[in-house]
């Protein structure tokens, strides 16, 4: 069977039920999604996006933007979610990741807009980024935390990340979690695998 092209499947949408209940939809960017995601950074709470961006910012800035809606470079991603918010289907939460060249360190971020944290979604976006790194030969799943963001923290803690300081900038602490351990729980699904492998 042919696989999709890249614009095929960088749209490609896949369902998923939190532990609550909530259903949500994963897929991957495109540039086509520039003003959702915008709009998206600005309707986040200010603790929110600083602990997403390191720092106090209102929204992306051009050249930002332009950079996470088109990371589909080697070893690149980001994903979005959306979810139902009534009758709206809403943008939910974004999470990216990065390998630089020769590396084998997997740099990831994401936030989750907050009337959906502490749902699971965290967790699922978590489980996606293992996934595509382990399949890309990544030795290190890592990230920069604020020390203050306690919830992310315990997210990571639970995802078997271990917290590590101190760092070269005292407000942060690095995640790490060693791919070279077998992954536990559910194995990377198979209609998530395309996507996983947009940017490989």
Not at 31 to 43: E, G, I, S, T, V
Not at 106 to 123: H, N, P, Y
Request: charged letters at 25%; a positive charge; aromatic letters at 4%.
């Amino acid at each position: 069977m042919n696989s999709p092209s890249s614009m095929e499947r960088s749209t490609q949408t896949d369902e998923f039920r939190l532990p609550g209940g909530e259903s949500v939809m994963v897929r991957a960017i495109s540039p086509l999604d520039a003003d959702r995601l915008q709009a998206y950074m600005r309707n986040l709470s200010a603790p929110t996006r600083r602990n997403r961006f390191l720092g106090a910012i209102s929204e992306l800035t051009p050249k930002e933007l332009d950079r996470l809606t088109h990371m589909g470079g080697p070893g690149e991603l980001a994903l979005i979610a959306f979810g139902h918010d009534g009758s709206e289907t809403a943008m939910i939460a974004e999470a990216i990741q990065a390998i630089a060249p020769q590396s084998q360190r997997c740099e990831i971020a994401l936030s989750v807009t907050d009337a959906w944290q502490r749902k699971g979604l965290g967790t699922l976006l978590l489980w996606h980024l293992e996934c595509r790194a382990r399949l890309l030969g990544a030795r290190h799943l890592v990230g920069d935390v604020l020390r203050t963001n306690d919830a992310m923290k315990g997210l990571a803690r639970k995802a078997g990340f271990a917290i590590r300081g101190p760092f070269k900038d005292a407000r942060l602490v690095e995640i790490v979690k060693d791919l070279s351990h077998p992954p536990t729980g559910l194995p990377c699904r198979e209609q998530f695998s395309a996507l996983q492998l947009i940017a490989a």
